[in-house]
Nanobody, 116 residues
Framework: QVQIVESGGGLVQPGGSLRLSCAAS????????IVWYRQAPGQQRDFVAR???????DYAEFVKGRFTISRANAENTAYLQMNALNPADTAVYYC??????????WGQGTQVTVSS
């Protein structure tokens, strides 16, 4: 059974940094794009960042210059480095694997709280 597990969330002060991980198992990780989303309470789930199998990256405007997505295929893991965090970044962060004509696999999410 495919598993996607996010980790690395927590409580951080404004201006701080966190590094989220997205670990996949039972999946040919290297052939999937990896996409990060986030969902704040009472809000829709928003796209945050994407990394393709060719390591091309794409970011939402509200994280450009602050967040960096990367992947380590040998570890079946993708990362989201988040810098200069502010309270508006508070949300549950989700990771999804994407491959055309195949099911999407989602993780359970990891909570990020930015507060002083």
């Amino acid at each position: 059974q495919v598993q996607i597990v996010e980790s690395g969330g927590g409580l951080v002060q404004p201006g701080g940094s966190l590094r989220l991980s997205c670990a996949a198992s039972k999946i040919a990780f290297s052939i999937y794009d990896i996409v990060w989303y986030r969902q704040a309470p009472g809000q829709q789930r928003d796209f945050v960042a994407r990394i393709t199998t060719a390591y091309k990256t794409d970011y939402a405007e509200f994280v450009k210059g602050r967040f960096t997505i990367s992947r380590a295929n040998a570890e079946n893991t993708a990362y989201l480095q988040m810098n200069a965090l502010n309270p508006a970044d508070t949300a549950v962060y989700y990771c999804k694997s994407y491959l055309r004509n195949a099911p999407d696999y989602w993780g359970q999410g990891t909570q990020v709280t930015v507060s002083s």
